[in-house]
């Protein structure tokens, strides 16, 4: 597309009325969502585990984590997802990777706040899990970034895009079984020289779109407490649910 082009297809965007990123119904403001794809949303509600925050099908009381974080605990403290992942929150989150639909930032970051049920201080530092530079550049922006950013803005606490990096690129996880992709991670992250002050005994929040294993999330938590970390939590918008429905 020409300069010109791009110009007038903005141009253009602006005065169309918004469209709902699920349902391309007209909406009156951008950033949200129309009324039925709300009603398309599985959003995650206790009891949950809580290290992991898969969604319990029954109450278990508080502090009781599923069979999955017993047998193999995962390096965060704990995560916590906004909705489940599904055909619904796909194409939601697939809008906001892929389409530049980053006006939906604020409106997750309230998901996410949510989610957290209280987990932020203002002293807490907020940080997206990090894209290769390779993928970024292809991509042009880290969603996860702009997601972390605007859950600091929303919660006070500080956003912090440059504590962590990946030291290697590596392939797409989804077709990897769970060992798999705890293999492909592994050490594949570090704390940027510049950050490691910072990181001693703080408390660090990772933000990212999608939990499916976990095994991104925890690489990362484990390389944080390894430099110096207190603690670290997980908050992300959608989790895969194993077999479509509610562990244990
Ligand atoms: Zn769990």
Not at 13 to 29: F, G, H, S
Not at 200 to 227: E, F, N, Y
């Amino acid at each position: 597309m020409s300069l010109l082009q791009r110009a007038a297809s903005r141009l253009l965007d602006a005065l169309a009325p918004p469209l709902c990123p699920v349902t391309n119904e007209p909406l009156a403001a951008p950033g949200f969502l129309s009324a039925a794809a709300w009603a398309t949303l599985q959003f995650i509600d206790d009891p949950v585990c809580d290290r992991c925050g898969a969604p319990f099908a029954h109450e278990f009381g508080d502090g009781v984590s599923c069979a999955r974080c017993i047998a193999e605990p995962p390096d965060f403290d704990s995560a916590r997802a906004a909705v489940v992942y599904d055909d619904a929150s796909h194409g939601l989150i697939v809008s906001f990777k892929h389409a530049d639909r980053t006006e939906l930032a604020p409106m997750f970051a309230g998901w996410l706040l949510r989610a957290s049920r209280g987990l932020l201080r203002s002293g807490s530092l907020i940080a997206p899990a990090p894209l290769h530079r390779q993928r970024l550049f292809a991509r042009r922006y880290n969603q996860a970034a702009i997601l972390a950013d605007a859950v600091a803005r929303a919660s006070g606490a500080a956003f912090e895009p440059m504590l962590l990096e990946r030291t290697r690129a590596t392939p797409p996880q989804q077709r990897l079984s769970p060992e798999g992709r705890r293999r492909n991670v592994a050490g594949a992250f570090a704390v940027r020289e510049s950050a490691a002050a910072r990181v001693k005994g703080a408390h660090v929040v990772l933000i990212d779109d999608v939990l499916t294993t976990g095994a991104t999330l925890s690489a990362c938590a484990r390389t944080l407490k390894k430099a110096g970390a207190a603690r670290v939590d997980a908050l992300v918008l959608a989790r895969v649910l194993k077999g479509g429905t509610a562990l244990a």
